[in-house]
Each structure stands twice: as C-alpha cells, then as structure tokens.
C-alpha cells in the first residue's frame, strides 16, 4: 500500500503547509519531498484571521532561517466544509475568500481542502512506524481505504486508487444515525434522546459524545454520580483507574468506534484496511489496544470472516495532514503543469 514519495513539482523552493483547527493552526515549510521544517503551532484566537497568521509565520525568525525568498505555492487543510470561494470556519469566527487569501499572500498558487480529505490522502505515504496494527489482518494492495477519526467531531473519509493515483471521499459519515449493539447502549441511546431527537455516530463517538455518555452512565449507575467532567479530564481518569464510570465510558466508547469502524470497511469495501486519526484515539494508548474496539470491528454476524481480513491501524505520525495536503498540492502543480503543455 505505502508508495515512494513523490517529488516536488517544479523547482520553485519551499512551500507552506498548514493544518488549520478551531483552537490551532499548524504550519511547516516543505523543503524537499516530505522534508517539513520549522514547524510551528499558533493560537487562533491570537490573530483576527488566517491572513494575519499566515504572515506571522512567514516572518518568524524560523521561517526566514530556511526561507530567504517568497513563498509561492502553498496548501492548506482546514476543518471545515470547502465549497466554493469562501470558506466559514464552523468552530473558529474565521472567514475568508479562498483567492484573495491567495493573492494577499502572494502566493502563485493556493490549495484549499478539508482536513480529513488531507488526513485520507496522507494514508498511501505514512512510513511503518507511523502506524501501528491493532488486531489481524492484512492489507490487500490497490484497494480502497477507510478512514475514521474522533475528535471535536467524527470525521469519516477514505481513498479509492484510480490507476496511478488515490481519489479521496468527501464524506459526512459521522452524521449517520448511531446504532446500538448491546444493553449498554441502548440504555445510553434513550438518555441521549431526552436531548437529542436525532443521535448521530458523532454525537456519541467523538470529545462531546464522552461527556455525554459519562453522564448517561452516571445515572444509570447504582452509584449516580453526578460530578461533571470533560472529555480531557474523563479520559485521563479512565486511564489513570481513579474513576469506574469514566472507565466504562471510554470503554464503551472504543467498542462504540468499532462497530461503526466496520460499518465504514463494509460500505467502501475497505480491504486496503481501516486507519484510526483524530485527537482523542492516539492518547488512550494500551487502553485502546486492550478494548473491544476490534472484537466490535469484526463482529459482524455472517461477515465476520470478511472483517477479521481487513486490518486497522492507528495513526501515530505527528503532522499526518502535512502529508495530504502536500499529496495534493502535488497533484494540482502536475496537473497545472500538463495543462499549459
């Protein structure tokens, strides 16, 4: 599955990359093919807009020791829905015109996308030791890929190769209707729907749906607790066995991601295998690797066979989106260049 990395279009010196979230964005320069320097992680809520950061970058004492001249060509993941010019930020009070921040920038060349589009096309060049197995199977070449990832939100993509080259899902399968597999969760369904008439995969599999579900569990447990927690403090909790509700609920929540992680491999036929990202998964360590994620994954009744063949792995590369959109600039340039030949 993993392929060389491709070389950088042209000869037009480093370009910017940038991963940009609701709390931060995430910049690099990209030197040479898969080479990222001076990287650096800024405050939103520092700069009144994208254009602001991105000049602060660029003029950091970071930047300039790699970057003498400008900077032309450029790529960013942003999460958030990209359709057309201007693009809204739904968890950040940014908004910006896609060609203008171009041409405020100075860039020649400026690619936008979302950031688990970016994390998608990212999966074709992790190195082996940015990822790593969680349960059997093996990954059959050429094939399409899932992708999951729990965080803020539940980002659901995956790539299909076409020939030489991977085309990514623009998915919003985090927003399909949870389905329970067990009690438990039918027990925690009816306490979501006293809030919620429609409970979505990621109303419950992501850093709300933890505080969701711990305060479901807290009620229907003999022990009724009631003390609020956030999904950083149920988390640590559960892994530190200070807290038995906080462990159940990350619990039920890795089983949770399992079983809509198959759902993904049976939809898009994911024998290429199923990779984990987001910011919630990478954290649980030995917890999640001793959870029923995988138990969940396979458990599929008839397909059971077909599942346990399709393996699953963790993304434990830093900077995964750097690689994506790097992937996709690539694209661009090449395709630009064929163009004007």
């Known amino acids: 599955m993993l392929t060389k990395n491709p070389k ?13 979230g609701g709390t931060n964005a995430r910049f690099a320069l990209e030197t040479h093919s898969h080479q990222f320097e001076a990287i650096m992680v800024l405050a939103c809520n520092a700069y009144p807009d994208l254009q602001a ?10 930047v300039q020791a790699v970057c003498q001249s400008p900077v032309r ?3 960013i993941a942003i999460a958030n829905p990209i359709d057309g010019d201007v693009v809204r930020m739904t968890n950040h009070h940014w908004t910006f015109s896609i060609e203008a921040l171009r ?7 400026l690619v936008v996308v979302n950031d688990f589009t970016a994390l998608a096309m990212a999966l074709p060049h992790l190195a082996p030791h940015e990822r790593i197995q969680i349960g059997g199977g093996t990954a059959q070449p050429h094939r399409t890929i899932g992708l999951i990832g729990p965080g ?26 949870f389905s329970p597999n067990d009690e438990t969760e039918i027990a925690i369904l009816r306490q979501a729907w006293k809030t919620y008439p429609h409970v979505s995969a990621e109303r419950l599999i992501s850093g709300m749906g933890l505080e969701i579900m711990y305060r479901a569990l807290s009620q229907l447990s003999d022990a009724h607790e009631t003390e609020e927690m956030n999904a950083a403090d149920i988390t640590r909790r559960a892994l530190d066995g200070s807290c038995e509700i906080c462990a159940r609920t990350v619990a039920c929540f890795c089983a949770m991601l399992g079983t ?18 987001g910011g919630i998964v990478p954290r649980l ?6 959870s029923a994620f995988r138990q969940r994954f396979e458990a599929k009744g008839r397909f059971a066979d077909y599942l346990a063949q399709i393996p699953t792995f963790l993304i434990t590369a830093e900077y995964p989106a750097f690689l994506g959109v790097s992937a996709i600039l690539n694209e661009r340039l090449s395709a630009s260049d064929i163009a004007n030949n």
């Open 103 to 109: 041409q405020g920038c100075g860039f020649k060349n």
């Open 8 to 20: 950088i279009p042209g000869n037009a010196g480093p370009r910017l990359l940038a991963d940009i």
């Open 152 to 177: 803020t939100g539940l980002g659901v993509s995956g790539i299909i190769p076409a020939g030489q080259h991977w085309v990514p899902l623009c998915s919003e399968g985090g927003h399909v209707s």
């Open 53 to 62: 950061a991105i000049t602060a970058y660029l003029a950091s004492p970071e």
């Open 73 to 75: 060509q450029a790529a």
């Open 260 to 277: 809509i992680a198959g759902n993904l491999a049976m939809t898009l036929g994911a024998t290429g295998g199923v990779y984990i990202g």
């Open 285 to 290: 360590g030995e917890f999640f690797a001793r």
